[in-house]
């Protein structure tokens, strides 16, 4: 019954009221959406974790650190799931930095590793990117409605159409600049073209851990963020157009770079890079329903393909 009414597009608020306020600025609920992009990529990420927690144990049993390995996957995918249920925009970005605080760690796993240090420091560095595009737009909700509950947010949304933002003499609608704010900020996430270099080196972690990464966790986090965003979408015609040509361009770079590589790992890297692409364009012509039944497709198989290129390395 609970799979069928959310085949019928049924949507669950779980709401435990105001949590805290912050200096009489704004007040943070905590608030919980259950509907099919919650359900259906909180599943995802937990069947991948235990598959990928599985084939770790069996591919590194030999090491030393295995459990702190197991430790950093377990609190990684947890955060993940609690940012695709949560629906309050200061509880996401507590745990949009959670997970980038994780990923840096199983990055960096094997530390003592030059290479792994900068591929790490590369991963930190954009990360900070993508930190800072989300930020500006979280202030905007803040300063301008004092809450950050995005049930509010988003009935308050389709009011600022006919509003616009100057710097100077030039001038943009303030949904507009909203929406190319964000699609910056997944474009960082989803290693989109002028933001994809930072994923290829991503494969320094274990490779259970670049099953997730490259999967259903990190790369997801910026498709993620534009579908729950979608309302803006709706009236952000440039936010649309950024999507659309950002997508386009990865799907031509990562596919052109995976032909050039002779480290089979690096391979699949490009090949995520090349998928993310798809997705993202998909989300530019606002096709939702496709990009979320793609993303879970793409998921599952390239979960697998790493476990697979793990015993083939091994």
């Known amino acids: 019954m609970f799979f069928l009414q959310l085949a019928n597009g049924t949507v669950w608020f779980i709401d435990y009221g105001r949590i805290f306020f912050l200096f009489d600025l704004f007040d943070v609920n905590l608030v919980f959406c259950v509907d099919n992009l919650s359900v259906v990529t909180s599943a995802l990420v937990l069947c991948l974790t235990l598959c990928a927690q599985y084939f770790g144990v069996e591919y590194m049993y030999r090491e030393a650190f295995i459990l702190r390995l197991v430790y950093l996957l377990n609190f990684f995918a947890t955060s993940v799931v609690f940012l695709f249920f949560v629906y309050d925009f200061f509880l996401i970005l507590i745990v ?7 990923s840096l760690l199983l990055v960096n796993f094997y530390s003592l590793r030059l290479y792994t240090v900068k591929a790490a420091f590369k991963t930190f560095i954009f990360s900070r990117f993508s930190d800072f595009f989300i930020f500006i737009v979280f202030f905007f909700f803040v300063l301008v409605w004092q809450s950050s509950d995005l049930g509010l947010l988003f009935t308050q949304i389709p009011f600022f159409l ?80 950024l999507l659309a040509v950002l997508g386009s361009f990865t799907v031509a770079i990562g596919a052109i770079s995976a032909t050039f590589q002779n480290d089979i790992k690096k391979l699949v890297a490009y090949s995520t890079v090349s998928q993310m692409g798809y997705l993202f364009c998909g989300c530019g012509f606002l096709a939702y329903k496709e990009v979320l039944f793609y993303l879970t497709i793409h998921a599952m198989n390239k979960a697998f393909l790493f476990i697979l290129v793990g015993y083939v390395v091994h």
């Open 96 to 102: 949009w930095e959670l997970i980038g605080l994780f």
């Open 162 to 241: 006919f509003y616009n933002i100057y710097v100077g003499p030039l001038g943009v609608n303030i949904l507009n600049f909203l929406g190319l704010l964000l699609a910056l900020s997944g474009a960082v996430k989803a290693a989109q073209f002028l933001f994809h270099v930072w994923l290829p080196d991503a494969m320094e972690a274990p490779t259970p851990a670049s099953a997730l990464i490259h999967s259903s966790t990190l790369v997801i986090m910026g498709i993620y963020l534009i579908i729950r965003f979608n309302v803006i979408y709706e009236f952000s015609y440039l936010g649309n157009l």
